[in-house]
């Protein structure tokens, strides 16, 4: 088991390697003349004003919140799945108490609104 | 001679360690070896489908495509490549540099890493690791992170609020995705890839859980951001999003990683769904499990191709809501279906065919009542109908209305 | 076995580095992708320990979600009037010493405990890891009932942020 | 090989940068990001405990795994927290927040 593991790391490091080596050869034959002009930032030739991290709506909270906790289910989940076979019916009943719960949650948030884009 | 990848292999192992090094270090380097020209593959498989996606677009949308490079423009890729390695990089000012060149390299090693674990047929296996799904899912996490980085580190207004959307709209999808997921390791009691092609060995898990294959293609074809479900390149909107300010190779990580992520998608239906390199002969041929794999990721790739130029981007709302309102919930209920009827025959324990067939009636029952249902069921905003109004207005009467 | 040894000291010295940068940073987005490395780390750490679903659930809940969920909130929680400043408060000082002094006793009470002197026994080959934790979580006379409370807390966070944080 | 105590001198030593974090930092979020790799160095604990000492019994996982759900919902709320506290305050340092401090 640890040698997958091993080759997983080097295919992490050459997989991360090619990129770097992809952007960083170009920067040795192409121009390299800056200018204020050119690295002003893009808005269509509009100047910019006022600070650009401007201020987000809420909704993408909820969002990133709701995937987090299924995403948190799902941790539990596989294991439940993967084990499915060696369990009696029972264990299937817990798994779906499981889902239902948190499938709860979900309802809320459509009820209060806040699944639906404005 | 049947099985020329490791017979390959094993005369290298035994010609380094033949050289006086020792077993580990042999490994090693056939590791490493083994991961260079995979990612090589990638890279030219890359070269290809985008000469391939773009003679099809032409011909789809009734033009010619690339036809200048070469006999019917194959070497059109090519002089892309040196186009864009001689382009200048420009970097904005303000921009956080160390985020903004961190983030092309993360997008690309997001999706190469994944093919480390890919069963290419019965022994040409990367890493045989036993929680292949999940690993799939937790690097393609990357890929998010690296939006996220773009978009913060650009300084520009566009690129941050295209990459908060395009964001929304992954993490959103991506739970359908999951819970799809969940349905192949479910059926075949393992996270391991081998052992998930292994169970669909007679049926594939397309029939077994058709529900699961369709929400898997529709979810991933939202992650790989192509139309139907391309926001991130609303040009109308946002620019081109995320990368709005990148150039040169930097942008073409960007792209390259789109392509590679829709081929990876292929190949990742092709396991979970289409039975892997599983075919006639390809037990006894591992050179012909090669060929089938890659032939049926191709084929899964033409056809998301085909739907992406066939379909006009839907707005973000109408994603979102399809997602939310019904990818997430029927996914829910098909999840608890497979998981009791699954269980439920175990018990009885039927021939096979039959566990299928009821798995596909009750698969197709749900997924027709959820339609209904959800046909039935007002939508949640009402569309404004505005009248038509005059394209061009004389400035006078523009003026007095205001 | 150098190479293990290798990892592992390529690993504390990331996680390590990358942590004090996590409460260093004067910049929020950069010490939150410093806590990303940090963590990535760990689950290099998990790797090492044989853990691997632990490490492949580390990846995909932390650097997945809880790094988008918290690069949201920097962006949400930003007042375009106000500049990072300085990013510690006064008592500094004496957080350092005490952390200090923490690190160092506990160092130095591992250090001396014979019982933390020892070396991983082996595993057994056919150990089956995940399918045994998806046993042990639903069996009743095993976690069922912190498997079930976990649903409820996940819940409870849902719908309690929702309530705080959500406005029209 | 490497022994058990190592593992946990490098737990100790996430641990500790992570008190220093939530004790210093101003910040809210900041404070958070300190947690979580409080909790970390707490998971890896666990998991170097179920590797060296009982490695066929799963309970350090479980342990593991019940953790990450209860960090996910510590992280949540925390963050809903912070965002409600902007909205009204337009302040997220903690140490200026002293409201409910009487």
């Known amino acids: 088991m640890p040698s997958y593991w091993l080759y997983i790391g080097i295919?992490?490091?050459?997989?991360?390697?090619?990129?770097?080596?992809?952007?960083?050869?170009?920067?040795?034959?192409?121009?390299?003349?800056?200018?204020?002009?050119?690295?002003e930032v893009y808005e269509c030739g509009i100047e910019t004003e006022g600070d650009i991290r401007v201020q987000f709506k809420s909704q993408y909270y909820i969002y990133s919140l709701i995937f987090l906790v299924f995403d948190i289910e799902t941790v539990f989940l596989f294991p439940w799945a993967v084990s499915l076979g060696e369990l009696p019916l029972f264990a299937v009943v817990e798994g779906v108490i499981f889902i239902i719960i948190l499938?709860?949650?979900?309802?809320?948030?459509?009820?209060?609104?806040?699944?639906?884009w404005i | 001679m049947a099985d020329l990848i490791n017979v390959i292999e094993s005369w290298l192992y035994n010609l380094i360690v033949g050289w006086g090094a020792s077993q580990g270090l042999a490994q090693f380097i056939?590791?490493?070896?083994?991961?260079?020209?995979?990612?090589?593959?990638?890279?030219?498989?890359?070269?290809?489908?985008?000469?391939?996606?773009?003679?099809?677009?032409?011909?789809?949308?009734?033009?010619?495509?690339?036809?200048?490079?070469?006999?019917?423009?194959?070497?059109?890729?090519?002089?892309?490549?040196?186009?864009?390695?001689?382009?200048?990089?420009?970097?904005?000012?303000?921009?956080?540099?160390?985020?903004?060149?961190?983030?092309?390299?993360?997008?690309?090693?997001?999706?190469?890493?994944?093919?480390a674990v890919f069963p290419f047929a019965i022994n040409v296996i990367g890493a045989d690791i036993s929680v292949g799904v999940l690993y799939i899912v937790a690097i393609g996490s990357f890929g998010i992170l690296a939006i996220l980085m773009a978009g913060w580190s650009s300084n520009n207004r566009f690129a941050l609020l295209g990459a908060s959307r395009s964001v929304a709209m992954l993490i959103s999808y991506e739970i359908p995705m999951v819970i799809s997921l969940l349905i192949p390791v479910l059926l075949a009691k393992s996270m391991n890839l081998s052992a998930i092609i292994d169970a669909?060995?007679?049926?594939?898990?397309?029939?077994?859980?058709?529900?699961?294959?369709?929400?898997?293609?529709?979810?991933?074809?939202?992650?790989?951001?192509?139309?139907?479900?391309?926001?991130l390149e609303a040009e109308s909107e946002l620019v081109a999003g995320y990368h709005?300010?990148?150039?040169?190779?930097?942008?073409?990580?960007?792209?390259v990683a789109e392509f590679l992520h829709q081929y990876t998608v292929g190949a990742l239906m092709t396991i979970f769904f289409l039975g892997g390199w599983s075919g006639p002969l390809a037990a006894t041929w591992p050179i012909l499990g090669v060929i089938y794999f890659f032939t049926k990721t191709f084929i899964v790739y033409l056809m998301i191709s085909w739907i992406r130029l066939s379909l006009p981007r839907i707005r973000i709302d109408e994603m979102l809501n399809l997602n939310w309102k019904f990818l997430i919930p029927v996914s829910f209920l098909n999840l608890i279906m497979v998981a009791v009827a699954d269980r439920v025959l175990m018990e009885l324990d039927p021939a096979r065919w039959i566990y299928v067939g009821v798995m596909f009636v009750l698969s197709m029952a749900l997924l027709l009542t959820s339609l209904f249902v959800a046909g039935k069921t007002k939508p949640a905003v009402e569309r404004v109908e505005f009248p038509p109004r005059a394209v061009a207005v004389s400035p006078q009467s523009d003026r007095s209305k205001s | 076995m150098s190479l293990g040894l290798f990892i592992f000291f390529l690993m504390v010295v990331v996680t390590v580095v990358a942590a004090v940068a996590v409460v260093t940073s004067?910049?929020?987005?950069?010490?939150?992708?410093?806590?990303?490395?940090?963590?990535?780390?760990?689950?290099i750490a998990f790797v090492l320990l044989q853990a691997t679903y632990i490490a492949v659930i580390q990846v995909l809940v932390y650097i997945g979600a809880i790094a988008v969920l918290i690069v949201y909130t920097i962006m949400?929680?930003?007042?375009?009037?106000?500049?990072?400043?300085?990013?510690?408060?006064?008592?500094?000082?004496?957080?350092?010493?005490?952390?200090?002094?923490?690190?160092?006793?506990?160092?130095?009470?591992?250090?001396?405990?014979?019982?933390?002197?020892?070396?991983?026994?082996?595993?057994?080959?056919?150990?089956?890891?995940?399918?045994?934790?998806?046993?042990?979580?639903?069996?009743?006379?095993?976690?069922?009932?912190?498997?079930?409370?976990?649903?409820?807390?996940?819940?409870?966070?849902?719908?309690?942020?929702?309530?705080?944080?959500?406005?029209? | 090989m490497i022994p058990l105590s190592w593992y946990l001198i490098f737990a100790a030593a996430l641990f500790s940068i992570g008190l220093y974090g939530v004790l210093a930092r101003k910040n809210i979020i900041a404070i958070l990001m300190?947690?979580?790799?409080?909790?970390?160095?707490?998971n890896i604990n666990f998991i170097a405990f179920w590797r060296y000492s009982l490695p066929g019994q799963m309970a350090g996982q479980v342990f593991a795994v019940i953790v990450f759900a209860v960090s996910a919902s510590e992280v949540a709320v925390g963050l809903a927290l912070v965002i409600s506290l902007f909205r009204r305050v337009k302040l997220i340092a903690a140490d200026e927040i002293n409201l409910l401090k009487w």
Request: glycine share 6%; hydrophobic share 55%; net charge positive.
């Open chain 1, 103 to 116: 499938f709860a949650g979900l309802i809320y948030a459509m009820r209060k609104g806040a699944l639906t």
């Open chain 1, 11 to 39: 295919f992490l490091a050459v997989a991360v390697a090619f990129p770097i080596i992809a952007v960083s050869l170009p920067s040795l034959i192409s121009p390299h003349k800056p200018s204020r002009r050119k690295q």
């Open chain 3, 26 to 43: 004067q910049n929020l987005v950069n010490a939150a992708m410093w806590l990303m490395v940090a963590l990535f780390g760990a689950a």
């Open chain 2, 244 to 255: 709005t300010e990148y150039s040169g190779m930097k942008f073409g990580m960007f792209y």
């Open chain 3, 76 to 168: 949400l929680t930003r007042n375009p009037d106000e500049k990072y400043g300085p990013g510690v408060n006064k008592q500094w000082p004496i957080a350092a010493a005490l952390s200090l002094v923490l690190f160092l006793g506990l160092a130095y009470f591992y250090y001396t405990l014979p019982q933390t002197d020892v070396l991983a026994p082996a595993l057994s080959g056919d150990l089956n890891a995940i399918s045994q934790l998806g046993a042990l979580l639903v069996s009743p006379n095993a976690y069922v009932l912190p498997f079930e409370l976990a649903s409820i807390l996940l819940l409870a966070a849902l719908i309690g942020s929702i309530v705080v944080a959500w406005r029209k």
């Open chain 2, 200 to 231: 669909q060995r007679p049926w594939w898990f397309l029939i077994v859980a058709p529900i699961a294959a369709l929400f898997f293609l529709i979810s991933s074809m939202a992650e790989i951001g192509k139309a139907p479900f391309d926001l």
């Open chain 4, 34 to 42: 300190s947690i979580e790799l409080m909790l970390t160095a707490i």
């Open chain 2, 30 to 115: 056939l590791q490493v070896l083994g991961s260079v020209l995979v990612v090589i593959l990638c890279f030219v498989i890359v070269i290809a489908l985008i000469w391939v996606e773009r003679k099809l677009a032409g011909r789809i949308q009734d033009r010619f495509g690339p036809n200048r490079a070469g006999p019917y423009g194959i070497f059109q890729s090519f002089a892309d490549i040196i186009k864009i390695f001689t382009k200048e990089y420009v970097t904005p000012t303000g921009a956080d540099k160390g985020l903004f060149n961190i983030a092309p390299v993360l997008a690309m090693a997001s999706v190469l890493a994944i093919w």
